[in-house]
């Protein structure tokens, strides 16, 4: 193997390891924002959960508050 063919082949080498490491980088990014959404998507379900909670006892309420008042005719 002459010079040239033996710094191509380094160059080659080169190129693959880095592109190895951009890689490895690249699934550790996605792996991370896989995460968050995951835990985002926990919050949101719970927080709608406590919204649909809230609007049910403002529901009940607003109901009692209505049986309770008088009639604006009296």
């Known amino acids: 193997m002459n010079h040239q063919e033996e710094e191509r082949l380094v160059n080659m080498e080169i190129k693959i390891a880095q592109q190895e490491d951009l890689l490895e980088n690249l699934n550790q990014t996605v792996y991370r924002q896989q995460k968050k959404l ?18 049910a006892l403002a529901a009940s309420s607003a109901g009692q508050r209505v049986a309770d008042e008088r009639p604006p005719h009296y």
């Open 38 to 55: 995951d835990e985002l998507e926990a919050l949101c379900l719970a927080l709608a959960g406590r919204l649909k909670d809230m609007a």
